[in-house]
């Protein structure tokens, strides 16, 4: 419909109220039931890890907090402007997750934590993730040692696309 605002418009006229919403230990479903099973299944960190969707930057905070350099890209100034607050070492930029400032396989790791269903273009915003991320695209073998309750396991292991399994089945 032409009356209905675009979703970034949406974000910005609604970015006080994200931030206050978000911010709120144990208010947002992140707290309760996300954040942890999320960052669980993140590699280590690399060169560059590219947050889509920053919002007001939570998930940015918590990636640098692990050891991830990060770059955090949101469509609403607003929410830049309280990323940088809450973090003035950190850099964030205002872009659209379909056109990211970056150059080809620039970074180990894209995420876009809750972010996809509040873009305008979604598949636009996948292409870009996987343009600027060097593994997702790419098959490859990796090894991951992970050490929990004292039990230490390496993980052997071959990185594949979801278009390959698709494929495949």
């Known amino acids: ?12 006229a609604a970015a006080h109220d994200w931030a206050k919403w978000a911010r709120a230990p144990g208010n947002d479903s992140y707290w ?5 099973p999320f960052f669980s299944l993140l590699p280590r960190p690399g060169r560059l890890t590219i947050d889509i969707g920053c919002g007001e930057g939570r998930v ?22 309280y990323a940088k607050a809450a973090d003035p070492s950190m850099k964030v930029l205002v872009a659209d ?4 400032p ?14 996809l269903h509040d873009v305008e273009d979604m598949p636009g ?10 593994s997702y ?5 990796y090894h991951d040692s992970i050490e929990r309750a004292g039990l230490r ?3 052997n292991s071959r990185h594949w696309p979801l278009e390959a399994y698709f494929r495949a089945l």
């Open 1 to 12: 419909m032409a009356d209905d605002p675009s979703l970034s418009a949406g974000w910005e």
């Open 32 to 36: 309760r039931f996300h954040r942890e």
């Open 60 to 81: 940015a905070r918590d990636l640098k907090a692990l050891g991830h350099n990060v770059v955090a890209v949101d469509v609403s100034p607003t929410m830049v402007e």
């Open 97 to 100: 997750a379909a056109r990211l």
């Open 102 to 115: 970056f150059d080809d396989s620039a970074a180990d790791l894209a995420v876009a934590f809750m972010s």
């Open 125 to 134: 915003a996948i292409r870009e993730a996987g343009r600027v991320d060097t």
């Open 137 to 141: 695209l790419e098959s490859h073998r």
């Open 153 to 155: 396991m390496t993980f």
